[in-house]
Structures are given as C-alpha cells and as structure tokens.
C-alpha cells in the first residue's frame, strides 16, 4: 500500500498546523503526489499560510471509508511556481475556483520529509504499518515487553485484539497494538513500555 497515494485518493484529508502555541486543523486537498513528496496549495491571505511560512511542519490525516486510516507528519517547503501549474493541470476544477491570472494569490507547497503510518482499522486484528520519507528516520509502532517480564500473564486477558504472545519474555506485536495501554496499566512488574509513537 502506497500511503502517497492512499492520501491523493482521499484528496480532502485534514491538515493540522500550530498557531500562538494552539492546534489549527482544516480540510486541504492533497493535489498531487511526486514519488514521496506531497503538494498542496493556499493562498496567501489566510492563516494556513502563515502558520506553514512559521512553522515548517504539518500534520496529515486521512481515512478511506473503508477505515484505511493514513497519517503522518512532516517538513515543508514553498516550491517554485512551476509546481502551481502542475497542480492545475492535474485537478482541472480548480480552473473554476481560481480562474487564469485570480491564480496569481496562490503559492504552492510540498511535504518533503517525514514519517507516518497506515492503520488498518476496516480488518480484524487491525493493522499498523509505518514508514518514513525524505531521509527521516521512523520507530516501530507499538508497545514492547521489557526483560523486567515475569511472565504472570496478566497482560493476556488485557490486550482487547489478542495482539501479546507468551513465551520467557511475553511479546506485543506491534503492527497489532492499538496502543491504548491497558497492558501497561496491568502489569505488576512494570515490565511495558510505551512506543515512541510517530
């Protein structure tokens, strides 16, 4: 499963930035996808582009009505008015909202280095892939089981999709885990760690 290309066919997928140190969430079309860099555009009158011009990061999520949920989080960059172009030719409506020169407000953006994950939410058990772009550099998903295991099995019963295995050390699969810590909560010996999430 391309994630690039999960979010290009979602198109409208939610793009959070940070502003006077509080989250701002909108809805932004992924307009084109080239290898493992993502463009979008805004203009240069609203709040987005001067939280992206500040910030130099955003985060991204979207899910397919099939509960494929892709998000990630990244580094951005301003792109040269060429990619503007590019974008129009690959999404024709916007000729309509933004008519020949009334284009000339817009500026073009590209996320270009991050890391992210898929999470399958649509199958049982669900499933978490993640993947990094642009040289970053991603830790696995999921909560791990530490040599302080005393292998009491309380962490069995507790996980709700089965995703933990007995053995010396008991172990999480962590394309399984859902995170939610129940398991840490639980164990007496203190032995469960959290993920270093994205």
Same mark, same amino acid.
């Given at each position: 499963?391309?994630?690039?290309?999960?979010?290009?066919?979602?198109?409208?997928?939610?793009?959070?930035?940070?502003?006077?140190?509080?989250?701002?969430?909108?809805?932004?079309?992924?307009?084109?996808?080239?290898?493992?860099?993502?463009?979008?555009?805004?203009?240069?009158?609203?709040?987005?582009?001067?939280?992206?011009?500040?910030?130099?990061?955003?985060?991204?999520?979207?899910?397919?009505?099939?509960?494929?949920?892709?998000?990630?989080?990244?580094?951005?960059?301003?792109?040269?008015?060429?990619?503007?172009?590019?974008?129009?030719?690959?999404?024709?409506?916007?000729?309509?909202?933004?008519?020949?020169?009334?284009?000339?407000?817009?500026?073009?953006?590209?996320?270009?280095?991050?890391?992210?994950?898929?999470?399958?939410?649509?199958?049982?058990?669900?499933?978490?892939?993640?993947?990094?772009?642009?040289?970053?550099?991603?830790?696995?998903?999921?909560?791990?089981?530490?040599?302080? +295991?005393?292998? !009491?099995?309380?962490?069995? $019963? @507790?996980?709700? /999709?089965? *995703?933990? #295995?007995?053995?010396?050390?008991?172990?999480?699969?962590?394309?399984?885990?859902?995170? +939610?810590?129940? !398991?840490?909560?639980?164990? $007496? @010996?203190?032995? /469960?760690? *959290?993920? #270093?999430?994205?």
């Amino acid at each position: 499963m391309n994630p690039f290309q999960i979010l290009r066919e979602i198109k409208s997928v939610s793009f959070a930035t940070a502003s006077g140190g509080l989250p701002e969430v909108r809805i932004i079309d992924v307009m084109l996808i080239d290898g493992e860099k993502i463009y979008f555009l805004t203009a240069r009158g609203k709040p987005f582009y001067k939280q992206l011009l500040d910030g130099g990061v955003v985060a991204v999520a979207g899910m397919t009505p099939e509960y494929l949920v892709v998000r990630l989080k990244g580094q951005i960059q301003q792109v040269e008015r060429v990619w503007l172009d590019r974008i129009f030719e690959a999404n024709p409506m916007m000729n309509d909202l933004y008519p020949g020169e009334k284009r000339d407000v817009l500026e073009a953006f590209c996320i270009y280095r991050g890391v992210g994950e898929i999470f399958d939410l649509g199958r049982h058990p669900p499933y978490r892939s993640r993947f990094a772009f642009g040289g970053a550099k991603v830790e696995p998903p999921g909560y791990r089981i530490t040599e302080r +295991c005393t292998a !009491c099995g309380l962490c069995l $019963p @507790a996980c709700p /999709i089965d *995703a933990i #295995a007995e053995g010396e050390i008991f172990r999480i699969d962590g394309e399984h885990c859902l995170e +939610c810590g129940r !398991c840490r909560e639980l164990c $007496p @010996a203190g032995a /469960i760690e *959290a993920g #270093a999430g994205l």
